[in-house]
């Protein structure tokens, strides 16, 4: 259960960004004639993925955390709160995970001409650095950190995520590793957490080198779609 809520505020977070009202002339949208359809070809595959991971089928985690439960910034509230009050249906997404709990998620979205700039998007991320929730049976606590990095994409950076969590006697540590990046107004977002030690309950590192590596596959994946 703990691992399913440090994973949806983690998503929260990083995606709600995009219901920011846009402040900037230079956002570019994605082509008129790509729909969310197209890029399903654009998404990771199982055999893409490897390392262990197999795809997780009728998705979804039910250990959601509402806002009233969070405790953060009004910035990242706000952040937050435009989230939750997104259709469900403006990405597409794949999910995967490893039999010792290791988890990746890659979702797709168009950027229209509502949407905010990219670096809108990062500096949203931003106001986000800390975040706390205790919903009575679950306490914990995630903080963020996000960087600029190199890429084949037009503009990409990737987000540092640690959340320590806790349930009645049981304490778990996770470290997760996500990358934004954008082409053509096309964002891919792409996460993972690491592991976790079924004695312990130590999560181990995300494999970072992974995701860096799936973020040119993908890249490339969507090029292709836009270039029909």
């Not at 949806?8 to 960004?17: C, T, Y």
């Not at 500096?123 to 996000?146: F, K, P, V």
Request: net charge negative.
């Amino acid at each position: 259960m703990v691992l399913g809520i440090g994973a949806v505020v983690a998503a929260g977070a990083g995606v709600a960004a995009y219901g920011l009202a846009n402040d900037d002339d230079d956002t570019t949208t994605a082509p008129a004639d790509v729909s969310l359809d197209d890029l399903e070809s654009a998404l990771l595959s199982e055999d893409e993925v490897g390392a262990g991971f197999s795809e997780v089928r009728g998705g979804g985690d039910d250990d959601d955390v509402s806002l009233d439960e969070m405790e953060t910034s009004d910035e990242c509230r706000e952040v937050i709160e435009s989230f939750e009050g997104d259709d469900d249906g403006d990405e597409v997404q794949v999910e995967f995970d490893t039999d010792d709990e290791a988890t990746l998620s890659h979702s797709l979205a168009l950027i229209d001409e509502d949407d905010p700039s990219f670096g809108d998007v990062r500096d949203a991320i931003g106001q986000c650095r800390t975040i706390t929730w205790d919903d009575g049976e679950t306490q914990g606590e995630m903080r963020l950190s996000a960087e600029d990095i190199d890429g084949p994409a037009d503009d990409a950076f990737a987000l540092e995520v640690e959340i320590e969590a806790s349930s009645g006697a049981v304490s778990v540590t996770l470290d997760g590793y996500a990358v934004y990046s954008v082409r053509d107004g096309v964002v891919s977002t792409l996460g993972a957490f690491g592991a976790v030690d079924s004695a312990t309950f130590e999560g181990e590192p995300a494999d970072r080198d992974l995701v860096r590596s799936l973020t040119d596959t993908v890249d490339e994946k969507v090029r292709e779609v836009l270039e029909g």
